[in-house]
């Protein structure tokens, strides 16, 4: 049974559009991460938080944003979705991030049209 | 930048032989190292982790990791092609990082 769980599972939205990608925990994990994968490529962090109101950009620029305002959640959004933005975005969560590293949720795969 | 480094492959075996997948790592404090399974169109889940010098078994899989080289190393004995995945090694980004470094992954496919 999934712990960590994205929403929706896969998404086609027209350009423009705005759009809110769900993840949550009930781990009670502090730290949650959002990643971005095409197929057959490498993650790339997007965004990552620490804690309830802490938000960070991660490594790879992201016109997306993102909210900490509970601990079991990290939605992600687009305000103007682009073609660009087609990808797989993979959340994930860690506590004791050296015994037991990430639980990744099961993506959400987005294509914008 | 900490590095995680991966040959990219694809590597391929026959169904039974024994799959070695290695992984490299730049920072000499890194203390746990961890290995995941991807398989296409699926998200990553963690299939080992290792602290200690030495090797770690769990079923068919062996993590093997050696610090003065740095160097972790994962194989796959009696190999099945249900193992055909892209197999990544991540490492914590630097001493007392919340965050994990991530290779670019090895492709794995076992030929029955």
């Known amino acids: 049974e999934a712990d960590i769980y994205q929403t929706p599972r896969y998404l086609v939205i027209g350009t423009g559009k705005k759009i809110t990608l769900e993840c949550s925990q009930t781990m009670g994990h502090d730290k949650m991460y959002w990643y971005q994968q095409d197929p057959g490529m490498e993650l790339h962090l997007i965004h990552y938080?620490?804690?309830?109101?802490?938000?960070e950009k991660g490594d790879l620029s992201s016109e997306s944003t993102v909210s900490r305002i509970r601990t079991e959640h990290f939605p992600l959004t687009l305000e103007s979705a682009r073609p660009s933005h087609t990808s797989q975005y993979l959340c994930a969560s860690s506590g004791q991030l050296g015994t037991y590293g990430y639980t990744f949720g099961s993506g959400t795969r987005l294509t914008v049209v | 930048q900490k590095e995680v480094e991966q040959n990219s492959g694809p590597l391929s075996v026959p169904e039974g032989a024994i799959a070695s997948l290695n992984c490299t790592y730049s920072d000499r404090g890194s203390q746990s190292f961890f290995w995941y399974r991807q398989y296409s169109g699926k998200s990553p889940e963690l299939i080992m982790s290792?602290?200690?010098?030495g090797d770690k078994e769990d079923g068919r899989f062996t993590a093997q990791l050696n610090k003065a080289s740095q160097y972790v190393s994962l194989l796959i004995r009696d190999s099945q092609p249900s193992d055909s995945a892209t197999y990544l090694c991540?490492?914590?980004?630097?001493?007392?990082?919340?965050?994990?470094?991530f290779g670019k992954g090895t492709k794995l496919s076992v030929i029955p």
């Open positions: 938080s620490y804690g309830v109101n802490s938000t």
């Open positions: 290792i602290y200690s010098n």
């Open positions: 991540a490492a914590p980004s630097g001493a007392g990082s919340y965050q994990l470094t």
